[in-house]
């Protein structure tokens, strides 16, 4: 049956399906994408969620190329350790849409998102203004957060930093996690362009968190017109391994030995450094309880399932590789060890690693292939399909790119993702390791196959 509000403007209505909302936000404007704030900014006085958070809350806003949900979860994840209520904006989800909207952990209700959209629609419609998708439910998460009188707020920008709908809120704490090419169309094709962009969040004397060695000159300008606080890694702190289970963390103020977490170091310690630099109470009893029990799904995200081991990693350019690979190669040697060492005494075959990949169309694939394909790490087969989305990189697309690089004969292609991750489920041992990386939809359509 079809749905009666693909085809109509008509508002849905408080007991509309939050699926209904999703879709009509999804077709009451021209363009998925359209940035910019003097649509939204009206909207949003009208809800009294700049006041909210400016007045009741502290703010960490995250942008970066890579690694924000990492941060973001990280630091939400301390914050609520020590007992503040905490707020934590991400996007995009992985199964379902309240992933993106929680409140100390918790993921939000149906009923949550659809009252705070309908309260949204009856504002952009009183304001007599179009909104993106995206606008609508970042303001619907913001007002959800401003209704709960939460303590923090920690919000992810999803795309730039200065034009992004989460730039409406003032932090009292900005990071940047990196800086690479993505999003050439909206951002720029290089470093001091994509740089200003997202030096966009930084605000007057404000403090902030820079977590990358090198940085354009136009990152280091903004610093330097809001007079903004900066500490940088490699300068003002840093980390280092210890052993498999524990790492170190310095500042000027402190040394830490820390439990490891199952996300990315760099991560982690650009989310430790915002936490330590801004004026909340939190303590080391706090940030190793966090640091133990912090997850994000969909990052360097190790799972069983149908007795087959996989790993996976929502990468999708050539520096979200690079953090991957960083990870998969100790993990790879100690699967391995860890595989031969607890066999039976029936000999097992040498672990392989197989790979569930796609990606989006308009992605640098041919780079994030050959980052995969020459990363020296036993890779068997490659078993690709065609994502569900309307950017989604052909199975033509995909073999194209993958024969530069590897004998054809290992590259296998589905019509889907549920198709071929069954072959994967066929064609690999218990022993072996099924990566899946290269988009959100990727990871999510994966999981969705698995059911998990």
Same mark, same amino acid.
């Given at each position: 049956m079809s749905d009666p509000l693909a085809s109509s403007s008509m508002t849905p209505t408080i007991t509309a399906s939050l699926t209904e909302w999703l879709n009509y936000m999804q077709q009451i404007h021209v363009s998925a994408i359209d940035? &910019?704030?003097?649509? *939204?900014?009206? *909207?949003?006085?009208?809800? &009294?969620?700049?006041?909210s958070a400016k007045d009741d809350a502290y703010v960490f806003t995250v942008a970066g190329t890579n690694g924000k949900g990492s941060t973001t979860a990280v630091i939400a994840q301390m914050c609520q350790a020590v007992g503040y209520k905490t707020a934590l904006y991400q996007s995009?989800?992985? $199964?379902?849409?309240n992933e993106r909207v929680r409140i100390n952990g918790e993921m939000v209700s149906d009923k949550t998102l659809i009252d705070a959209f309908s309260k949204v629609e009856a504002a952009r419609l009183e304001c007599d203004l179009t909104l993106s998708f995206f606008e609508m439910i970042t303001l619907a998460a913001l007002l959800i957060f401003a209704e709960a009188d939460c303590d923090v707020w920690v919000l992810e920008v999803g795309l730039g930093g200065r034009l992004d709908v989460v730039n409406i809120i003032d932090p009292d704490m900005a990071v940047i996690t990196n800086i690479g090419i993505d999003h050439v169309d909206w951002l720029g094709d290089n470093v001091e362009d994509i740089g200003r962009e997202k030096a966009g969040i930084l605000r007057q004397g404000i403090s902030f968190i820079y977590g990358a060695t090198e940085m354009p000159t136009s990152v280091q300008q903004a610093i330097d017109h809001h007079q903004a606080i900066c500490y940088q890694v490699g300068r003002d702190f840093s980390y280092r391994d210890i052993s498999p289970n524990k790492w170190q963390y310095s500042n000027a103020a402190v040394t830490l030995q820390l439990p490891?977490?199952?996300? $990315?170091? !760099?991560? !982690?310690?650009?989310a430790l450094s915002a936490v330590l630099a801004s004026p909340l109470n939190v303590d080391t009893n706090a940030i190793e309880q966090a640091l133990q029990t912090v997850k994000l799904a969909g990052r360097f995200d190790y799972r069983e399932s149908h007795h087959r081991q996989w790993l996976f990693d929502v990468a999708h350019n050539e520096q979200g590789v690079a953090f991957l690979l960083a990870q998969l190669r100790p993990f790879w040697q100690q699967h391995v060890t860890h595989m031969i060492k607890h066999s039976s005494q029936e000999p097992i075959g040498m672990p392989k690693i197989n790979m569930l990949f796609s990606m989006l169309g308009d992605k640098d694939i041919d780079n994030v292939v050959k980052h995969l394909t020459q990363a020296g790490l036993p890779i068997r087969d490659w078993f690709i399909a065609e994502i569900d989305y309307p950017r989604a990189a052909s199975t033509d697309q995909l073999q194209g790119v993958l024969a530069k690089y590897i004998d054809t004969r290992h590259v296998h292609d589905f019509d889907g993702l549920q198709a071929a991750t069954e072959a994967v489920i066929q064609a690999s041992q218990p022993q072996d390791l099924i990566v899946v990386c290269g988009s959100f939809h990727t990871i999510g359509e994966a999981l969705a196959a698995l059911t998990i």
């Amino acid at each position: 049956m079809s749905d009666p509000l693909a085809s109509s403007s008509m508002t849905p209505t408080i007991t509309a399906s939050l699926t209904e909302w999703l879709n009509y936000m999804q077709q009451i404007h021209v363009s998925a994408i359209d940035m &910019g704030l003097s649509r *939204v900014l009206p *909207v949003a006085e009208a809800l &009294g969620v700049v006041k909210s958070a400016k007045d009741d809350a502290y703010v960490f806003t995250v942008a970066g190329t890579n690694g924000k949900g990492s941060t973001t979860a990280v630091i939400a994840q301390m914050c609520q350790a020590v007992g503040y209520k905490t707020a934590l904006y991400q996007s995009p989800h992985l $199964s379902v849409f309240n992933e993106r909207v929680r409140i100390n952990g918790e993921m939000v209700s149906d009923k949550t998102l659809i009252d705070a959209f309908s309260k949204v629609e009856a504002a952009r419609l009183e304001c007599d203004l179009t909104l993106s998708f995206f606008e609508m439910i970042t303001l619907a998460a913001l007002l959800i957060f401003a209704e709960a009188d939460c303590d923090v707020w920690v919000l992810e920008v999803g795309l730039g930093g200065r034009l992004d709908v989460v730039n409406i809120i003032d932090p009292d704490m900005a990071v940047i996690t990196n800086i690479g090419i993505d999003h050439v169309d909206w951002l720029g094709d290089n470093v001091e362009d994509i740089g200003r962009e997202k030096a966009g969040i930084l605000r007057q004397g404000i403090s902030f968190i820079y977590g990358a060695t090198e940085m354009p000159t136009s990152v280091q300008q903004a610093i330097d017109h809001h007079q903004a606080i900066c500490y940088q890694v490699g300068r003002d702190f840093s980390y280092r391994d210890i052993s498999p289970n524990k790492w170190q963390y310095s500042n000027a103020a402190v040394t830490l030995q820390l439990p490891r977490p199952a996300l $990315s170091l !760099t991560n !982690t310690a650009n989310a430790l450094s915002a936490v330590l630099a801004s004026p909340l109470n939190v303590d080391t009893n706090a940030i190793e309880q966090a640091l133990q029990t912090v997850k994000l799904a969909g990052r360097f995200d190790y799972r069983e399932s149908h007795h087959r081991q996989w790993l996976f990693d929502v990468a999708h350019n050539e520096q979200g590789v690079a953090f991957l690979l960083a990870q998969l190669r100790p993990f790879w040697q100690q699967h391995v060890t860890h595989m031969i060492k607890h066999s039976s005494q029936e000999p097992i075959g040498m672990p392989k690693i197989n790979m569930l990949f796609s990606m989006l169309g308009d992605k640098d694939i041919d780079n994030v292939v050959k980052h995969l394909t020459q990363a020296g790490l036993p890779i068997r087969d490659w078993f690709i399909a065609e994502i569900d989305y309307p950017r989604a990189a052909s199975t033509d697309q995909l073999q194209g790119v993958l024969a530069k690089y590897i004998d054809t004969r290992h590259v296998h292609d589905f019509d889907g993702l549920q198709a071929a991750t069954e072959a994967v489920i066929q064609a690999s041992q218990p022993q072996d390791l099924i990566v899946v990386c290269g988009s959100f939809h990727t990871i999510g359509e994966a999981l969705a196959a698995l059911t998990i």
